[in-house]
Each structure stands twice: as structure tokens, then as C-alpha cells.
């Protein structure tokens, strides 16, 4: 291929996630608040950008927009999942946009907008690097599905219904490869190489409704211990009182790896992390709330509620209570800590929703899907270090676990910290060659599966 005709393919592949993530397909909870029109117009402007993959892999329709891809490859013996969604969260309109949440301006070298990298950016990578193979009538060594969420964000059906599609045809992938980890800057304080993280398990997601009920009147004749007051006695508890830390062995192994690229006063301990493991831990946990929250369950009070009027007390009081459920804990155990802190019969505990972890995938130099995985990042991107990791958040790979015994988690994108912290927050952008070279990453996965 010439350098031109590179280029222009180059081009494309950018228009066309530019194209899709000026659709905002926004999911909800409660599915009468979804736009569902702007859903269908993505999936025809997807089959429009990606003809040759829509014309050539079989396609089952999954809850309301879910798709299912199979691209039948020379043996189904040890089939492969690669999966992305195409639903964003909504945008702040008070947040501080550099440029629109839904131009896709491409700017300074980057595409800005919302879902460039949670999860457009996979998705449009994916399909690009498929419609490219299609295209030089590449038949993959082993069957690959392409599954694509609607509802990923809003923990919905779509993930669940794939399963029981895939568990129904009898098919039981050899891997499954979600979004999650990525080539991360400045991963780590100290450590210049980037690092590519593979989320080999991730917390399971719990959310708690603390409730107080009272008499509520009139604000001139408040009483003591009413229910905003004993609500704020109960999250003042929870704050206090951490659960205890940990450090699993993906976050060992993370640090290991990560010793000969540190500051020379922390390679020691790095490097033998098993060895140190409760030193390890208490310097996590002191090191700040990113690192802690690799070695514990965190527990964040996210929304309050109380009186409708500033003269009239409140007579309910709730709190939101998103909890991250560490590797080694359970939901049972959660609940039964803050129970116990909070220590207050009068503070009703709401389960309104409850994951426990996921499982811990294969991530041993022996497995030979991790291993593919690590060697395609050290091929792409040499000057990273591929490393096992804990996910933080959910993400729609879990329900995978229930059919596949090895489940991970990366995005093929370096991401700068800034970068990682405007997912789900203002300015989301994804550089365009680190797009391009996503591309080219699950290009040579899929060229690389083994007969």
C-alpha cells in the first residue's frame, strides 16, 4: 500500500468515528427517557460506514439496538469475542467543554467528544479493523463474535441476552475482550513507561439507599436526632470506618512488573510485592484514593436528598451509596460492615442493586490467551509494559463469565491520566494516531489467533 492510500485509509477510519460519535445515543434507566430514534439512526449510520461487515458476518439483534456479529472463521474450535457498546452517558451542560461534547472536532490532533473513548473509539476501532480484513478476504484462524451493548452504562439486558444467545448455540468462547484497561500514562508516580493494563477481574458493583423517616414540621421547632441529622451521622460512620485492605494477586503481579521502570527507592518493595505484600498494601492505601482503591472495597456516598423547602425539616432523609466490591470480599460482608457501622436500627438499608466480583481470569506466562494478548501490546506499543490489572468499574464483560473462563478487559489506546480522568466527565478526546494505531491492534489480534 502506498503512503497515500494509507493516508486516505487513515482519513476514513477517523470520519468514520467522527460520524458516530456525533450520535448521542445516551442510555437511561428507565427506558421511556431513551431516544430510541437516535439508536436506530446509529445503527444504520454503522451499517452505512461498515458495509463489507455488515454484507459478509452473520447479525443477531440483541435486546432493542444490541448487536451480534459471527464471522466464521477456518475452525470454531476456540471461538473469540471481542465486545464494545455504543451507548455514552449524558453530557453535563455546565461542564466546561473545550469544544462540543458531540462535534467530534477534530482538534490538535484528536477527536474530542463524548464516547471517543468510552467506548466508540472500540467499537469503531473493531469494526474498522474487521471491515479491513474482510476486505483482503481474510478468513480468521477461529470463529470471532463481535458483541455490541446498548445499555452497558445503565447495567442493562443487552450483555445478559448475548449470553444466553451464545450459551444456546452451544458456543463457548476461548476469550472474551471487552474495554476496560488501556496503554496508560503516567500510571503509577515515578514510573514513565506506559503501562498496558489487561483487567483480568473487576469489583462488583453494589448500590445502597440509606433511609430516615420522621415527623418531619416546621424548621422554627426542630428536634434533636432528626432524620438529616441521623443520616448524616450514619455517612460520617461510613467515612470513618474503610474496610479493610489488601492487595490482590493482579495487583502484585501489576507491581511486580511495573519495579524496573519505578524510582529506585521504591523498586525493593516492588519487586518483591508477594513477598511484601502487607507493606505493600498500607503503601497503597496511603499513597491516595486512586491507589487505596486498588487494594479495598471503597464505600462513596453519591446523592443526597431531604426536604423539599429550606423552612420545612425533612420528614425522609436518603443517601446513595455506590460501593466497589474488592476481589476477596462479598456482598454479604459489605453489608454486614455497614450495617455494623453504621450501627443505628432507625437507618433503613436499601439493596437496590448487587454484583459480586468477578472471577479472576488466567494471567499466568503459560495461558496462552493471555499471552497472545500480552505479546499483541508489546508488538503495537514496545516502550509499554503489559501487566494484569483490577478494574475499577463495570463494565458488560462480567456477564461473559458465566461462558468463558478467561474474560479481559483492555482498549488498545494510550491514554494520558488526563485522558482517563474525562471519562464520563468534559473534554473525552481520543488522539488520532493512538486511534489509529487501536486499529491496528485488534488487526494483528485477529490475524495473530492460533490454529
Not at 289 to 309: C, D, K, Q
Not at 315 to 320: N, R, V
Not at 354 to 377: H, K, Q, R, Y
Amino acid at each position: 500500500m502506498s503512503t497515500r492510500e494509507g493516508a486516505v485509509e487513515h482519513a476514513r477510519a477517523v470520519a468514520k468515528l467522527q460520524a458516530l460519535v456525533r450520535i448521542p445515543t445516551v442510555s437511561h434507566r428507565d427506558p421511556a427517557l431513551v431516544d430510541t430514534g437516535l439508536f436506530d439512526d446509529f445503527l444504520a449510520e454503522l451499517a452505512r460506514q461498515f458495509p463489507v461487515l455488515h454484507e459478509r458476518l452473520d447479525l443477531t439483534r440483541i435486546s432493542t439496538h444490541g448487536l451480534l456479529f459471527h464471522w466464521r472463521g477456518r475452525s470454531a474450535d476456540r471461538p473469540v469475542v471481542l465486545m464494545a457498546h455504543l451507548d455514552v452517558v449524558p453530557v453535563d451542560e455546565d461542564a466546561p467543554w473545550q469544544h462540543p461534547a458531540y462535534g467530534a472536532d477534530l482538534v490538535d490532533g484528536a477527536i474530542w467528544g463524548r464516547g471517543t473513548l468510552d467506548d466508540k473509539g472500540s467499537l469503531v476501532a473493531i469494526c474498522e479493523a474487521v471491515e479491513t480484513l474482510l476486505e483482503r478476504d481474510h478468513v480468521p484462524a477461529q470463529d470471532v463474535w463481535l458483541s455490541f451493548g446498548c445499555d452497558e452504562e445503565v447495567f442493562g439486558t443487552a450483555a445478559p441476552t448475548a449470553v444466553a444467545h451464545l450459551r444456546a448455540a452451544g458456543v463457548r468462547p476461548w476469550f472474551v475482550l471487552d474495554e476496560g484497561g488501556a496503554v496508560a500514562i503516567e500510571a503509577f508516580p515515578g514510573v514513565a513507561a506506559p503501562i498496558g493494563v489487561i483487567g483480568v477481574t473487576e469489583k462488583g458493583t453494589t448500590s445502597l439507599e440509606l433511609r430516615v423517616e420522621g415527623r418531619g414540621g416546621h424548621a422554627s421547632t426542630p428536634a434533636r436526632n432528626g432524620p438529616t441529622a441521623r443520616l448524616a451521622r450514619a455517612v460520617l460512620r461510613l467515612d470513618r470506618a474503610p474496610m479493610a485492605a489488601s492487595a490482590p494477586d493482579a495487583t502484585v503481579e501489576l507491581m511486580r512488573r511495573m519495579a524496573p521502570h519505578a524510582p529506585l527507592a521504591l523498586r525493593p518493595l516492588l519487586a518483591n510485592a508477594a513477598r511484601l505484600r502487607p507493606v505493600l498494601t498500607r503503601a497503597l492505601v496511603a499513597a491516595g484514593p486512586e491507589s487505596a482503591a486498588m487494594v479495598r472495597t471503597t464505600v462513596a456516598v453519591t446523592t443526597l436528598s431531604g426536604s423539599p423547602a429550606l423552612n420545612v425539616i425533612a420528614s425522609t432523609a436518603k443517601a446513595g451509596v455506590n460501593i466497589r466490591i474488592m476481589v476477596g470480599d462479598t456482598v454479604a460482608g459489605v453489608l454486614e460492615h455497614v450495617r455494623r457501622t453504621i450501627a443505628d436500627d432507625q437507618v433503613h438499608i436499601d439493596v437496590l442493586e448487587s454484583n459480586e466480583p468477578s472471577p479472576v481470569s488466567p494471567m499466568g506466562p503459560d495461558d496462552e490467551a493471555f499471552a497472545l494478548l500480552e505479546s499483541t501490546i508489546a508488538e503495537r506499543f514496545p516502550d509499554a509494559v503489559p501487566a494484569p490489572y483490577v478494574m475499577m468499574a463495570a463494565t458488560d464483560s462480567r456477564f461473559f463469565t458465566e461462558i468463558c473462563d478467561h474474560v479481559y478487559r483492555f482498549a488498545p489506546f494510550r491514554m494520558t491520566k488526563a485522558q482517563r480522568q474525562s471519562i464520563h466527565s468534559f473534554d473525552e478526546h481520543v488522539g488520532v494516531d493512538d486511534f489509529l494505531d487501536g486499529v491496528g491492534w485488534y488487526l494483528r489480534l485477529i490475524e495473530r489467533l492460533p490454529s
